[in-house]
């Protein structure tokens, strides 16, 4: 026997829809933003730090950020597909 899919329990309006979509939008933008700012800001700082080789700003901003905008990404992903069946419902 297969297990069910969970469905969500609660409906959304077309405008709970935007205003979540929108929030999550500026909430990811901003997590982007500051991350990207804090290294640029703190990499004299971080310069004696070195990671495989490299010192901590220039890994962090070669793959790290790209890392983390990758699972931002992956994560507004997964929301908006569960907004979207939440909307779907109504």
Excluded: H
């Excluded at 992956?74 to 109504?90: C, D, G, T, V």
């Amino acid at each position: 026997m297969t297990p069910q899919p969970r469905q969500p329990q609660q409906r959304l309006s077309s405008a709970e829809y935007w205003r979540k979509s929108r929030n999550a939008s500026l909430l990811l933008a901003t997590l982007w933003a500051s991350a990207i700012f804090g290294m640029i800001f703190f990499a004299s700082d971080l310069q004696d730090i070195e990671v495989f080789g490299w010192s901590l700003p220039f890994y962090a901003l070669a793959q790290g950020l790209l890392i983390f905008c990758v699972l931002l990404n992956a994560f507004y992903a997964r929301y908006l597909r569960y907004l979207n069946r939440l909307a779907a419902r109504s």
